[in-house]
């Protein structure tokens, strides 16, 4: 059974940070790039990064761009995202996912295998 299960959401101030999680297990080769996704309340599930699990490129949407790093475990079976500088417009659930490849990687389709999300708020 694939599963992924994200950790490390909760409350900060606006500046502060947050490392989230996303320990993977069962998974097949093929599957090898991992995203990470923001929704906002009421608002569409948007990619913010990914990470190529072998080639180790890493993608950021312009949002997040020196502010949020993603990296993964030299097992390669947990994907991290590091989020620095955090803005209230950060608030809300984190998700990870995973896909064949990294073209296309801003894009939910394609991704399968998400986890259940992590809640993460930023107060001004």
């Known amino acids: 059974q694939v599963t992924q299960v994200e950790s490390g959401g909760g409350s900060v101030q606006e500046g502060g940070s947050l490392r989230l999680s996303c320990k993977a297990s069962g998974f097949t080769y093929e599957r090898n790039c991992f995203g990470w996704f923001h929704q906002a309340p009421g608002k569409e599930r948007q990619a913010v990064a990914a990470i190529h699990r072998d080639r180790y490129t890493t993608y950021y949407d312009d949002s997040v761009k020196g502010r949020f790093t993603a990296s993964q475990a030299n097992e390669r079976d947990t994907r991290y995202l590091q989020m620095d500088n955090l803005k209230p417009e950060d608030s809300g659930m984190y998700y990870c996912?995973?896909?064949?490849?990294?073209?296309?990687?801003?894009?939910?389709?394609?991704?399968?295998?998400w986890g259940q999300g992590t809640q993460v708020t930023v107060s001004s």
């Open positions: 996912a995973a896909r064949v490849g990294c073209d296309g990687w801003n894009g939910a389709q394609g991704y399968d295998y």
